[in-house]
């Protein structure tokens, strides 16, 4: 089966910046938590950026679920389950620590 155009950028993206797959998780859940804070000017300890890196976390998996299947003829949950965690971590701990006020001036 062929790679698809998600794959295959994911792939890219791995490769011209030098960090691994997890690292890329990590680093795509807080620019989508930070950019959604800062676009729609939004605090911190809003919700709304928080759901902005889960949406993006599902939205990965279920396109790299989608590979799966038609890679693998089954769909591999304990890896998503995986990467979902890694993507939404440090946007749960920033929201956690500015909306019990241990990050002040994170309005």
């Known amino acids: 089966m062929a790679t698809s155009a998600f794959q295959a950028l994911k792939l890219a993206v791995v490769s011209a910046v030098g960090l691994s797959k997890d690292a890329l998780h990590v ?3 807080l620019a989508a938590f930070l950019a959604t804070a800062v676009v729609l000017r939004k605090p911190l300890r ?3 950026p928080w759901l902005a890196a889960v949406a993006v976390a599902l ?4 396109l790299d679920m989608r590979d ?4 693998f003829g089954h769909w591999r949950w304990a890896a ?22 241990v990050l002040r001036n994170a309005q």
């Open 80 to 101: 998503s389950v995986h990467d979902i965690l890694n993507t939404v971590f440090w946007p749960t701990v920033l929201l956690l620590l500015a909306k019990f006020g």
């Open 59 to 62: 939205a990965g998996e279920a």
């Open 27 to 29: 680093y795509v859940g």
């Open 68 to 71: 799966d299947i038609a890679s």
């Open 46 to 48: 809003s919700a709304v």
